[in-house]
């Protein structure tokens, strides 16, 4: 007696590489979105800001 149901071979592992893809896919591209677009932009802001005033520190001392 056939069964009413297709047999699933192959869907579980079309789904599972499709869903891990997308998942190193869009963690990466958040990822660099993040690191680029937001911390190293505030680290080079913060280091500045130190910079400035450092360098005021000297020209009082001096």
């Known amino acids: 007696m056939a069964t009413a149901i297709a047999p699933i071979t192959g869907m579980l ?3 599972l590489v499709l869903d891990l893809s997308t998942a190193f896919g869009l963690g ?3 990822g ?3 690191w680029y677009g937001f911390h190293l932009p505030r680290v080079r802001a913060r280091d500045s800001y130190y ?4 360098n005021e520190r000297a020209t009082e001392k001096a």
Do not use: D
């Open 28 to 30: 990466t591209t958040f």
């Open 51 to 54: 910079a400035r005033i450092e």
């Open 32 to 34: 660099y979105l993040w």
């Open 13 to 15: 592992r079309r789904g």
